[in-house]
């Protein structure tokens, strides 16, 4: 059953679950920022509407910076504005602010230890008919591999929200992962968040624990559908919203693999090198069990409607269902 | 105000420390880049002790002028210029590329937090030193007295990143800002002209809404004519062309490409370096400056 004492949207089963884009959840939380601390400014790559900083633009004009379609100047730049004192937001497409500029944010942000706040939107296949181009697949790999930086994935507009004013309070290089399509609202203003802490999203009744599942973003949605059916077939399930996928909460994943003996990670990204691949990383030194991954393999996407591509990568309920029954299996 | 011949005399005699440094660290470390430190010590020299407004015993003063080193492979010149201003001392260059040494073989501001930034892949630094003028114009508007100079190797130019930056430079009309360009002609491959042609660089610079002089980079009255006229410009930022003689200092070595990015390792370079560095080439006897 869904933990109660996350506050989840009550209608996060309804078939009309208020849908909201993650990357809208971002806009807002930059505007709160911003208003609750004058060092924070916003640089966009010409991607202003699409990144949801048109309201940060309009009330603060002067700390606004339009960069232009240049995105190793925006990191570059950014990082001389942390050096300064400032808080900076650097927006464009996850495909190309971390995806071009890799270099410049290893070098100039996180090598320096800097405060730039990496959001990079329109991640993963459900981008849709923009095709494999525009849709980063290897973004959380990029990011989670160097050295200090903080990474992100919210499951919903309002996770999205949080992360985005908890990271203006801090000091690290934080990549925040944001997706453009509409998804369920999953959390309510009462659920908590806190970067580096993985929540329990649902848990079934009893000690003993047939699977667990750790899912990040949006796909966190669909594992939850996928137990409350095992759920309702008999199984004990434990779900995890591991929207830190770095600093990883290593307590919270292990104790899952001790409840649990079998594992599945659910993401909308590359198998290799993503929170999966940290998820194993850690596993495998603290508490080895069977582990199953959910995500694309080793293949670019295509263009499609996010419900197509989802499916076909297989990253879909029933994959998400199969996983779970083939890794009980295992154990 | 022109400077005094005084000072000239000064600023040589720094420049010929720094030299010695850089060629003492460079054998002592046996690797590392000899032709740009030493083509670039007069600019250094002149920087250091006469332009900038700093305080090495408070490196983090606020209100300190900033300078970036975006080639990062040339910081020897920097840590000798840095050392003999004061900022530690002088026998901590030995270290240099050493294990534990904070003069990393490249520059880390986590080593040493008395630099502006970490540098060495090329082309980060202009659009570093654009975001900190931005910052500054944030917090102190366009009358900010802090100057934000940034140097550049010229091969680094080849890399795209740097033309972002100019052009927002240009855009927003930085006019604290001064980049100075190493035009020493050279870099790994060959001569910048044969590796990737740069000229007409003035036009390229002058098409992206900066001001554009040209200088003898080794004549400190050139280069003071240059910084006081870059300083007095409204509205644009400012580049210097600064025209250099790679590893300047040491006759033998000079206007070769291959000394890019080794030190002097045998015998008889350790001993060609050694002597024209101490002696200018034999213009000084060795007990004037031993």
Redesign the interface.
């Known amino acids: 059953m869904i933990n109660p004492s996350q506050q989840l949207n009550s209608k996060i089963f309804d078939t009309d679950v208020e849908q909201v884009p993650i990357r809208k959840g971002f806009g807002e939380g930059l505007l709160k920022a911003a208003e609750m601390n004058r060092n924070v ?1 916003g640089l966009c790559a010409d991607l202003v509407d699409s990144t949801m900083m048109t309201g940060f633009k309009q009330k603060f004009s ?2 606004f ?1 339009e ?2 379609i ?1 995105e ?2 925006l ?12 808080i ?1 937001f650097m927006t464009s497409y996850a495909m190309f602010s971390p995806g071009r500029n890799w ?2 944010i290893r ?2 942000i996180a ?3 800097v405060p730039v706040k990496i959001a990079g939107s329109h991640a993963g296949v459900s981008v849709g008919p923009d095709g494999g181009t525009h849709q980063a697949i290897e973004d959380i790999a990029l990011m989670r591999v160097i050295p200090r930086m903080v990474v992100i994935s919210p499951c919903d507009a309002i996770e999205a929200r949080k992360a985005t004013i908890a990271a203006a309070q801090t000091q690290e290089p934080t990549y925040i992962r944001l997706a453009r399509e509409k998804t369920p609202i999953i959390t309510t203003e009462d659920t908590p968040f806190e970067i580096g802490k993985a929540e329990v999203m649902f848990k079934s009744q009893g000690s003993s624990f047939n699977v667990g599942i750790i899912a990040t973003g949006a796909l966190l949605h669909r594992a939850l559908k996928v137990a409350q059916k095992l759920e309702a077939e008999g199984k004990a399930v434990i779900v995890l919203n591991l929207a830190t996928i770095k600093p990883l909460d290593v307590d919270a994943i292990v104790q899952l693999a001790n409840q649990t003996g079998a594992i599945v990670t659910v993401e909308e990204h590359q198998i290799a090198g993503g929170m999966g691949s940290a998820v194993a990383e850690c596993l495998a030194s603290h508490k080895p069990v069977p582990i199953e991954f959910i995500g694309v393999i080793d293949q670019f996407g295509q263009s499609g409607t996010p419900d197509e591509l989802i499916e076909h990568y297989g990253m879909g309920e029933k994959d998400i269902y199969a996983a779970a029954c083939k890794v009980m299996l295992r154990k | 105000m022109a400077l005094t011949s005084e000072k000239v005399t000064q600023l040589e005699s720094k420049a010929r420390d720094i030299r010695r440094s850089i060629v003492e660290m460079l054998i002592e470390a046996k690797s590392g880049h000899t032709a740009g430190p030493l083509d670039m010590a007069d600019i250094f020299a002149y920087l250091y002790f006469h332009a900038l407004k700093h305080d090495p015993k408070n490196p983090s003063w606020e209100y300190r002028d900033r300078l970036i080193l975006s080639n990062g492979h040339i910081c020897p010149v920097l840590y000798a210029t840095m050392a003999h201003a004061g900022y530690f001392p002088v026998e901590e260059l030995m270290t240099l590329r050493k294990f534990g040494s904070r003069l990393q073989g490249h520059p880390h501001r986590e080593w040493l937090p008395m630099l502006e930034t970490s540098s060495g892949p090329l082309g980060c630094g202009i659009s570093q030193t654009v975001g900190m003028t931005l910052a500054d114009r944030l917090d102190n508007g366009r009358s900010s007295t802090k100057q934000f100079y940034c140097l550049v190797g010229d091969g680094e130019l080849d890399e795209g990143n740097n033309w972002e930056a100019i052009m927002l430079a240009g855009k927003e009309k930085i006019q604290n800002l001064t980049v100075i360009v190493d035009r020493n002609n050279i870099q790994i491959d060959g001569f910048t002209e044969d590796v990737m042609p740069l000229n007409p660089l003035v036009d390229k610079w002058r098409s992206f809404n900066w001001h554009v002089q040209e200088i003898n980079g080794h004549d400190f009255r050139d280069i003071d004519r240059a910084i006081g006229e870059a300083q007095a410009v409204f509205d644009k930022p400012s580049v210097i062309i600064a025209y250099t003689i790679p590893s300047k200092g040491i006759p033998a070595f000079e206007r070769k490409f291959e000394w890019h990015g080794k030190p002097p390792t045998t015998p008889e370079e350790i001993k060609t370096a050694l002597d024209a560095v101490r002696t200018l080439g034999g213009r000084v006897s060795n007990s004037d400056h031993s």
């Open positions: 400014v002067d700390r910076i960069m232009g240049a190793q100047n990191a570059g730049v950014a990082s001389g504005m942390a050096a300064m004192g400032k900076p270099e410049q070098t100039t090598y320096n230890n």
